[in-house]
């Protein structure tokens, strides 16, 4: 009985409360709300939360309403949200994510709501499911005026095309909420999102990016950038005509070196560079004038840079030399480290190959030989490719003269892309780069030269006959 009367009372207090014309905010978030269609609100409502409920469509009452500005409808079942609401052109912001979207909020491209500034359609699962080539083709005729948008987690590998439409987007996240769920995107700038040349924040986290394509300094206005967690191997040039950029996020990739252009960026405050393959800083990053944050926390470098003292936010460790042990560097370190746990300290073991051993990372194509690389050998050694000779031949002088057979391939850096890199500027030839590898002319000298052993009398008895 007293839970009757409990529920009456709540019941009673809760319809008390949505007939309040006074109330311009209401939060009815995680309450299993699964239908409220026969509910009046308050006409003056202007932020309302019906998160974490069990809604499976915008009920009638809510699209009733005339003064939102703020709509939290996240965490239900909502699969369409196609029919344009009262508050059309007072919303503000409108959250989606976490439901079972079917499509983007048709209204939203159609009505073009002239107040709406932010749209999170983010972990829908199905977005994709009503984008026919009819439906999609018309969509993209249409051109919003949003400036945040976030679409995080929605199973995106096509239809990239849309985000064309937000021509005056500031601020885009597509990186990844859920890993089965995450945004492939292979290369930035990607179709659509070379037409949002407006941003200032890009975020692209987890979405195998594994190329920057030279065109990506059409973001002229960007301050913020995450393509963290992602495939990238190198960073072109292209990248630091980024003027106005104060946050660069490229930790846990395989990037191999940074572009000398860096100290370009003049505004770059923030640098995190931890988890990626560097052997090598520029010579010239200390000319960075606002860095105050650099993270190159597990990488392969052998030296640390140097005239890094401005900085306020540190971190070595990990690499292929002993970490400093200062007061100072310590405090630095700490403080980048204020929310990052399981980092240790110290120098990284270095594992060493055998130089001849072919490198893990080279294909087959990158140890062939070029055809320079053969003309070469072929003037150096004219009987390169003689075919064998027979046992006749044998007690000639010219068989026994040392020549190349075939020349072994030259074993692979794990910095090679860094190498070709300056050997097209012109700066210097590595050793691995020689058309005959410096070993097998070695190998060759020796051969030609051997060290000959003198025998002295008696050293060997001969017992053989004088008709053998």
């Not at 392969?300 to 070595?316: R, T």
């Not at 042990?325 to 929310?339: F, G, H, T, V």
């Not at 410096?438 to 009398?457: A, F, G, I, L, W």
Request: charged share 25%; glycine share 2%.
């Amino acid at each position: 009985m007293e839970k009757e009367e409990d529920a009456l009372i709540e019941r009673n207090g809760f319809t008390k409360l949505l007939t309040n014309i006074h109330i311009t905010v209401l939060d009815l978030s995680h309450r299993s709300i699964a239908n409220i269609d026969n509910t009046n609100f308050p006409p003056n409502l202007i932020e309302l939360n019906l998160s974490h409920n069990e809604l499976v469509c915008v009920p009638p009452p809510i699209l009733d309403l005339k003064c939102v500005k703020i709509l939290d409808l996240s965490f239900n079942n909502i699969k369409y949200f196609d029919e344009s609401p009262a508050f059309c052109h007072t919303i503000e912001k409108l959250n989606l994510a976490y439901n079972e979207l079917c499509g983007p909020p048709y209204w939203v491209w159609v009505e073009n709501p002239k107040n709406l500034q932010e749209l999170d359609i983010s972990c829908n699962r199905n977005i994709k499911k009503s984008l026919n080539d009819a439906y999609f083709n018309e969509l993209l005729q249409y051109k919003t005026s949003l400036s945040i948008i976030k679409l995080c987690s929605c199973n995106l590998s096509t239809h990239y095309e849309l985000l064309g439409t937000f021509h005056k987007a500031k601020t885009l996240d597509l990186s990844t909420k859920n890993l089965l769920l995450s945004n492939v995107m292979k290369q930035v700038p990607c179709i659509g999102l070379d037409k949002c040349c407006d941003i200032e924040r890009l975020n692209l986290s987890q979405t195998w990016i594994c190329t920057i394509t030279s065109n990506i300094d059409i973001y002229q206005n960007l301050k913020e950038i995450n393509l963290s967690q992602n495939s990238l191997t190198d960073v072109p040039k292209e990248f630091c005509n980024l003027s106005n950029l104060e946050i660069c996020i490229l930790s846990s990739n395989s990037i191999m070196f940074l572009p000398d252009e860096i100290v370009r960026l003049k505004k770059l405050i923030i640098l995190c560079l931890d988890f990626n393959k560097l052997c090598m800083l520029p010579e010239n990053m200390h000319e960075l004038p606002n860095l105050i944050k650099l993270d190159v926390y597990d990488n392969y470098l052998y030296d640390a840079p140097e005239k890094m003292e401005k900085l306020q936010e540190f971190d070595l460790a990990q690499n292929y030399f002993e970490e400093p042990d200062d007061e100072e560097y310590i405090l630095k370190k700490k403080k980048l480290r204020l929310n990052l746990e399981e980092r240790i300290d110290g120098r990284k073991f270095e594992i060493l190959r055998p130089e001849s051993a072919k490198s893990t990372t080279s294909t087959d194509e990158d140890l062939a030989l070029t055809d320079n690389e053969i003309s070469n050998i072929e003037e150096n050694n004219d009987i390169n490719n003689r075919e064998l000779s027979s046992p006749e031949d044998w007690d000639s002088d010219e068989y026994w003269v040392p020549h190349f057979l075939c020349p072994t391939a030259p074993s692979q850096s794990p910095w090679l892309f860094f190498v070709k890199r300056k050997m097209a500027e012109g700066n210097f030839c590595p050793m691995d780069a020689h058309p005959i590898p410096v070993v097998e002319k070695v190998r060759y000298e020796k051969m030609c030269k051997p060290n000959y052993q003198y025998e002295s009398d008696g050293q060997f008895d001969d017992y053989s006959s004088d008709d053998s």
